[in-house]
């Protein structure tokens, strides 16, 4: 029992980790992006690389992958979304616009890291030693993932409550449109966001890549797990996502160890549906309409 | 209007005719790719049946292509066949109408998200049941079904999709559902129920998706969940219906048809990088075409309209 519900809350820590950075795109910068799987997991294969080919260890890894992940998808956000943010009348039809072009990218990168690695499964060696903790026996390298997402948590946490930036960041994702009438500048904040998740998520690839196995085309189920933990949440929210990451982790243990491994993506849907049917802006959202 | 109207029934009747001899031409591989375009054809419009005034992008395609498909591999060796298209119809309009009925009533994103997941979530249940219920993981598909014949029955269906569409935007349904396209909060204000109305068009554009995979089902001897599941038709299928533009019940036609000559083409010269392409073809739709050939048409007919108008007031 223990050790599922410790497997659950790791798992869950991940899940959180990887949905922080969606829950920013999505709530502030107002792109729903269905390939932000695909940027995980290029950024695990971009780990895998380094630590195969030269020796890099994933944490010198973490400096070199997420400052290059934050400018290509400010790049990204400048060039590809920046045009559909202004042609969009509204935010129903950005949403639209934006699903579609990030289901486009998604599959030009998931066929381009298919061209480069092809359709096997990797994973590599790291930490990968047990020690006991509370009682149960666990990876090392596990451990380490779960303490770097809560200083990540904590360090976002605290960027967006006591820096101004961060300040700034919040008013966005509240009403764009009034944020602009106390001189934010809403297109520089909603880009900084977007580039600032997909940070997040490159960190998240590199972490989930010294305890995982994971291939070309595992993206889709990482975008899933942080779409419903972030919608389960309540989009935007930092605390709804841990706390909607860390049931998804728990549910999904418990329900692998004692009832079936094969169905784990059903209790993650049966969550969502019973989380929404309940409170439909989410465990933390306010409601719209 | 009625002239009009009784015209191009003459015509989509005498279209009809004209295809209905395609298989007498002897040709295999024509008769393949006659295929594939009827099969790309009813898919789409299948989809801007639902998503085209509805505005809500359903992700799903290969879900319900899914289930008739393995429904097929399951039923079609015990039961008669128009029995075993019945029974993949009735699935596939049963689990669309849970689908609907537990996420339309939210608002848009949660349906997207849903219909994203749907296909691996189905996939995971039948991998699952086969596993450890009925200990097969894939399975021969043997029926007494030609190519010609499988051509015939898509024609049929083509026939119906188109007919049921015509139909459907002359009925209140129809007019219903424009009214949640324009705007959602509107339509509630005027009385519409717009839950039941969203989920009634759901249902029928997955049933006729689900009957797709089943009627195609026996093209492949040998079926597991892997093959019967496969995102590349969600993908494709959008492509196409966005490219022809969905607000029209004419316009996936005119994606389906020249995207599913291009894929024939690409995957033959390029298997490797065809996905990449795939997806630069669609980028490239969603930024220059946002409202696709048809679109395109109606603002040439609009603008030579508007210059017409204007020679006459001057």
């Known amino acids: 029992m223990t050790n599922a519900i410790l497997t659950g809350l790791m798992l869950g820590g991940m899940y959180a980790l990887i949905a922080m950075g969606l829950t920013l795109q999505y709530g502030v910068a107002r792109i729903m992006n269905l390939s932000y799987g695909e940027f995980l997991i290029a950024a695990a294969f971009a780990s895998h690389w380094l630590f195969t080919g030269w020796a890099v260890s994933p944490f010198v890894g973490l400096a070199l992958v997420v400052p290059l992940a934050f400018a290509l998808n400010f790049v990204i956000y400048k060039l590809l979304l920046t045009p559909l943010v202004r042609r969009a009348p509204n935010r129903d039809a950005l949403e639209v616009d934006s699903i579609l072009a990030t289901f486009g990218l998604t599959f030009v990168i998931q066929g381009s890291m298919l061209a480069l690695f092809g359709g096997a499964y990797y994973s590599y060696s790291f930490l990968a030693f047990p020690v006991q903790f509370l009682g149960e026996t666990v990876a090392v390298n596990r451990l380490t993932a779960l303490g770097i997402t809560i200083l990540l948590g904590l360090a976002l946490y605290a960027a967006l409550t006591r820096t101004r930036t961060g300040t700034a960041v919040r008013a966005v994702a509240v009403d764009p449109f009034a944020a602009q009438l106390v001189a934010i500048n809403v297109p520089q904040a909603s880009a900084l966001t977007f580039a600032l998740g997909g940070a997040l998520v490159a960190a998240a690839g590199v972490l989930v890549s010294t305890f995982l196995t994971f291939s070309a085309s595992s993206g889709v189920v990482f975008t899933m797990k942080a779409l419903i933990v972030v919608v389960m949440g309540g989009v935007g929210n930092m605390l709804g996502c841990l706390v909607a990451g860390l049931a998804l982790g728990l549910s999904e243990a418990l329900v692998a160890s004692y009832v079936d491994p094969g169905l784990t993506l059903a209790v993650n849907f049966a969550l969502f549906l019973a989380v929404l049917l309940v409170k439909p802006a989410g465990l933390f959202g306010r409601a719209t309409r | ?314």
């Open chain 2, 1 to 314: 209007m009625s002239t009009r109207t009784a015209g191009l029934g003459a015509l989509a009747l005498a279209a009809l005719a004209l295809l209905a001899l395609v298989p007498r031409l002897g040709n295999a591989y024509y008769l393949a790719l006659a295929i594939s375009l009827l099969q790309y054809t009813v898919l789409a419009t299948a989809w801007g049946l639902f998503s085209g005034p509805t505005r809500y992008v359903s992700l799903a395609t290969t879900a319900f292509f899914g289930v008739g498909a393995y429904t097929v591999a399951v039923l079609g060796e015990i039961l008669p066949w128009p029995l075993v298209l019945l029974i993949a119809a009735a699935l596939g309009a049963i689990v669309a109408a849970i689908v609907g009925l537990s996420t339309l009533r939210l608002s848009g994103v949660y349906f997207v998200i849903f219909t994203f997941g749907l296909t691996e979530l189905i996939r995971q249940l039948v991998v699952w049941f086969e596993v450890n219920k009925s200990r097969v993981l894939g399975r021969y598909v043997f029926v007494n079904i030609t190519q010609a014949d499988i051509y015939w029955q898509l024609l049929a269906l083509t026939a119906a999709v188109f007919l049921l569409g015509w139909l459907i935007a002359r009925s209140r349904l129809g007019f219903a559902l424009r009214v949640i396209g324009e705007d959602e909060t509107v339509a509630k204000h005027c009385g519409i129920n717009t839950t039941f109305a969203k989920v009634a068009l759901f249902t029928i554009s997955a049933t006729i998706m689900t009957l797709v995979g089943a009627i195609m089902a026996p093209r492949w001897t040998y079926i597991e969940p892997s093959i019967a599941f496969n995102s590349m038709i969600s993908f494709q299928v959008l492509i196409m219906a966005l490219l022809g533009g969905a607000h029209r019940l004419w316009g996936p036609v005119l994606g389906a048809v020249p995207l599913t000559l291009l894929f024939e083409l690409l995957s033959a010269r390029f298997p490797n990088t065809f996905t990449i392409i795939l997806g630069c073809i669609f980028l490239l739709i969603v930024y220059m075409l946002p409202r696709g050939v048809a679109g395109l048409f109606e603002k040439l007919s609009t603008t030579s309209a508007g210059k017409t108008t204007q020679r006459v007031a001057t």
